[in-house]
């Protein structure tokens, strides 16, 4: 899958964005981006198998259908063969090709597993914990299965429920679906920064800037 791509010009306007998201708070506000969070091989194997159970079944209709009249190939060992592979094949390469396929034989579940395992991966790997009052809040979009999980630390936990973030992930989800990522991530980011605000997650003095503001991308696995 194509990743988004991100110009430079959008990279200094999510670093913009952030420091102004920022200078309203305390919160520490980390971007990272993956093209996809998982290589879903099971979507190619249940492609598989649903095309392969689909032609023997359209097979079995027509040799009904039929009456055997022409088709009697198809009662043989290599005839099922065939019809099972060509049904696999048919299956499989839109699972490998085309992303809502791909999505679809990977099951919803599966995607936000996976991509909540990597958010919390990308947590720890960016040191988001490492702020004086653990104010650190990661903002992690997985581009393929079109989600994201926004997770904060302990310091904004205190104050700030989960269910609240709804609108930002909302907004960069609408972003990934028109293909307006970066002007979805903004508003996002500008959002955050106001929730933070809003529940008292306020400026300290001094308050340096702990986490660097860059967009982290992640190509690949």
């Not at 996809?36 to 209709?61: H, M, N, P, Q, W």
């Amino acid at each position: 899958m194509p990743m988004f791509t991100i110009s430079e010009t959008d990279h200094e306007r999510i670093r913009e964005a952030v420091r102004s998201a920022e200078s309203n708070t305390s919160g520490e506000i980390v971007c990272y981006l993956v093209e996809s969070s998982g290589s879903y091989r099971i979507a190619e194997f249940r492609a598989g198998v649903f095309g392969t159970f689909t032609a023997i079944l359209i097979a079995l209709g027509l040799l009904v259908a039929s009456s055997g009249w022409g088709l009697g190939w198809l009662e043989t060992a290599a005839g099922i063969i065939v019809v099972a592979l060509g049904g696999a094949l048919l299956g499989v390469v839109p699972a490998v090709l085309w992303p809502p396929c791909r999505r679809f034989f990977a099951g919803v579940s599966r995607m936000a597993r996976t991509v909540r395992l990597q958010a919390y991966r990308a947590f720890v790997e960016e040191e988001v914990f490492a702020t004086r009052d653990r104010t650190g809040i990661l903002i992690f979009i997985s581009v393929f299965e079109h989600r994201v999980e926004v997770l904060a630390d302990k310091g904004i936990n205190a104050v700030v429920a989960d269910g609240v973030w709804s609108e930002v992930v909302s907004m960069i989800v609408r972003g990934i679906k028109d293909e307006t990522l970066t002007d979805g991530l903004l508003a996002g980011i500008e959002r955050c920064g106001q929730i933070l605000h809003d529940h008292g997650v306020d400026v300290r003095t001094p308050d340096p800037n702990e986490l660097p503001d860059d967009l982290r991308i992640k190509r690949g696995l």
